[in-house]
């Protein structure tokens, strides 16, 4: 067994090693692609690839693609590693660093139309800072920053704006892809629309996202910011109602609940094609219990008992069957994938066996394993 297990290693090592690409590998410090910010699942990659341009991620695809379903490489690209389970990571694969990645320098088309282009491992904090030198910003946000529009585009993106604008994903004109064969894709709206739909949202599962168009609009200069507090919470979802559906009120709208916060999302422009999928209501709202775990003097291990509440809350709207859907979805058996995609997981399926079909990419995500048929 351990010379089976040695014998994969020295091959997969010479092959990766021989491949004619502008970056290059690293396969002995690969040590941080195996953390995340929720630090709770560490699988050590068996290569680390840095970038320098599109085609070293085609080719490094092509070639696990081309090793054909008995290699168990996997692919993963890394933005900025702010996943909480371990969805970056890819166990004895190829994990991407999409930091690395050089390609064309950032680029704002200023106009009618504004947008800008940019890499798909680009900080929406850079991205900030170089379009408001055009008095431009993008419509649609995350409240942090520090998150890379590869993976922000592979959930959803989403914040106080997306009531009005809708999510992150549908503020993006154009983008460039690798698929899981290894071929480099040009999609929008218009041009290999299904691959584009499938992209966004669609958790990596479809191709590493090397360039993206990002729609933009004048910055304002100035803002007004109304604090209001209520002590009945029917009242405050009324009002927080009554700001989506009214025109002309707020560009952002957000709730605090004591410690812990809610935003308000429905469904305006929320484009169905895409791979993420919402609850069936009409309004339905963001729920974020923000809560960071602290180990305790008491011994209580604070991580097992945050992840209990959240268990709960989510058996209590099972039970009390709310329509609700988890946003960053983390599951371990296909079945519960299918149940969180319900009517769209065929398309999903289709869709992975269109662009991936040996199920290389995002094996961190756990719904496809590497050469089990899709079913
Ligand atoms: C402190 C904090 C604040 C957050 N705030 C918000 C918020 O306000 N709104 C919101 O919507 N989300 C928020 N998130 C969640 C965040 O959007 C997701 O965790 C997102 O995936 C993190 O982006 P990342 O660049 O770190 O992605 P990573 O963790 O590196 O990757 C996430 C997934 O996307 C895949 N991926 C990464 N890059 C690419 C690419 N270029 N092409 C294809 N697939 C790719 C990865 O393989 C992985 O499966 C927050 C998370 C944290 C930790």
Redesign the pocket.
Known sequence: MTIRINLCFSSNYSSLKTLSIDGHFTFDDVHHAAK??GNRFQLLPFAVLHPRSVSDIATTIKHIWQMGPHSQLTV?????????QG??QAHRGVVIN?GSLQGPKMHVHSGNYSYVDVS??ELWINILHESLKYGLAPKSW???LH??????L??????GQAFRYGPQISNVYQLEVVTGKGEVVNCSENQNGDLFHSVLGG??QF????RARISLEPAPDMVKWIKVLYSDFTTFTRDQELLIYAESTFDYIEGFVIINRTGLLNNWRWDNRTSAVIPEEDIFYLVAFLSSAVPSSTGTDGLEHILNQNRRILEFCGTARLGFKQ??PHYTTQEEWQAHFGPQWEVFVQRKSAYDPLAIL?P??RIFQKAIPFS
């Not at 998150?147 to 922000?152: E, F």
């Open positions: 995340d910010f993963a690209a890394r933005g900025h590693g702010h996943s909480l969805q970056a999409m798909g491992g995350t409240d942090y998150l890379t529009v590869g993976g922000t592979s959930n959803a993106g989403i914040s958790l990596g191709g590493i996202i090397t946003y960053l995002a961190g995500q």
